[in-house]
Nanobody
Framework: EVQLVESGGGLVQAGGSLRLSCAAS????????IGWFRQAPGKEHEMVSC????????YYTDSVKGRFTISSDNAKNTVYLQISSLKPEDTAVYYC?????????????????WGEGTQVTVSS
């Protein structure tokens, strides 16, 4: 059974950092594309970042470039999202998701498996 479990969220002051983890089971992360998404209250679901180990590609949405870093630890079967220089507008529930890679880039994939999310709250 494919499972994704996020952790690492919390309450942090603006300018602070967190490391979000996405622990996978039932599949190997280096065979899949893993995406991080977020949803803030009253806003649409958006992709923040993704990684596809099959071709080593990564993607970041413009609002997080230079502040967020996605990485993968295949030995732990876990994908991380280091989030730094946090702003109040980064407040959201952060989800990780997985899908088999296709012949396109990871932000264009349809993600099949989802975790339940971890809350990130940034105070001003």
């Amino acid at each position: 059974e494919v499972q994704l479990v996020e952790s690492g969220g919390g309450l942090v002051q603006a300018g602070g950092s967190l490391r979000l983890s996405c622990a996978a089971s039932g599949f190997t992360v280096d065979d899949y594309a893993i995406g991080w998404f977020r949803q803030a209250p009253g806003k649409e679901h958006e992709m923040v970042s993704c990684i596809s180990e099959s071709d080593g590609s990564t993607y970041y949405t413009d609002s997080v470039k230079g502040r967020f870093t996605i990485s993968s630890d295949n030995a732990k079967n876990t994908v991380y999202l280091q989030i730094s220089s946090l702003k109040p507008e980064d407040t959201a529930v952060y989800y990780c998701a997985a899908t088999l890679p296709d012949y396109t880039i990871c932000p264009d994939y349809v993600y099949d498996y989802w975790g339940e999310g971890t809350q990130v709250t940034v105070s001003s």
